[in-house]
């Protein structure tokens, strides 16, 4: 059972998975149910989360309920314990949503959430990050996770999330990034997708951030902070939510 499990989390796209879940879910719970993991995103404890990743597997990742991984929960939490995102009146973009949170985000009446991605079939808008459809300063709130590694203008899909956010507005941009690495690793002339798997980790990424990605986000305009929000949790805590504890979560502010 495990074996098959781990094949199938790590060929079938996590999209797919997330929507095969709905069904299995009563399944999935009554497998994994118990007590030594919190997923904080549905509330649900569990014996262990799954291990996930390309390559080598990080043990406990992926929460069997939602299919969270960490940067996932740590978001969640971040939204939760240090914003008044679930209470406030916001109008709030999100690239490329994550199902689970589309799914979630929508039923919130206290936001205009509109949800945009060039090809996904869930999405309110389809919609290109390099030119986006929407007037400037029309967004309190802009969510884009995991989407700038698979573009090679970054810096003009950064200026667009700029352009339509509000001013005093703020966001969440994550990116694959390596703590280690001071400079971003890319090179647009790897076109194979094993050897983009190789150099970026995935194959179709075309680019590792360094902690420069920080710079590229204020030259177009943001204000940018490297916030590491699971260190405010104990070790304990940590462990209990499956997060990671030098995972940065990016946070922009347009000023």
Request: net charge positive; hydrophobic share 35%; charged share 30%.
């Amino acid at each position: 059972m495990k074996k098959i499990i781990k094949f199938l989390l790590n060929k079938i796209p996590r999209p797919w998975l997330i929507s095969a879940s709905v069904i299995a879910r009563p399944v999935i719970y009554q497998f994994y149910k118990g007590n030594n993991f919190t997923d904080p995103i549905d509330g649900k404890s569990y014996r262990k989360f799954l291990s996930y990743g390309y390559g080598k597997q990080r043990e406990n990742a992926l929460s069997p309920g939602t299919l969270s991984l960490e940067r996932h929960r740590q978001m969640w939490l971040y939204l939760k314990n240090e914003t008044d995102f679930f209470t406030k009146n916001y109008r709030v973009l999100h690239i490329a949503p994550e199902q689970e949170f589309l799914r979630r985000f929508k039923k919130m009446r206290n936001l205009d959430y509109i949800s945009a991605d060039l090809y996904s079939p869930i999405v309110d808008v389809k919609a290109d990050i390099l030119n986006l459809p929407f007037q400037d300063n029309s967004f309190d709130i802009v969510i884009c996770n995991h989407v700038l590694e698979h573009i090679e203008d970054d810096r003009k899909a950064m200026s667009e999330l700029y352009r339509v956010m509000k001013k005093g507005g703020w966001g969440i941009v994550q990116v694959p990034m390596k703590n280690s690495l001071k400079k971003t690793y890319e090179d647009f002339t790897i076109k194979d997708p094993k050897e983009r798997r190789k150099h970026f980790g995935q194959y179709d990424h075309v680019r590792w951030y360094g902690m420069d990605y920080f710079d590229r986000l204020k030259s177009v305009g943001f204000e940018a902070e490297a916030n590491f929000y699971s260190r405010k949790f104990s070790e304990e805590e940590i462990k209990r939510f499956g997060l990671l504890k030098n995972e940065i979560l990016p946070l922009v502010f347009k000023n």
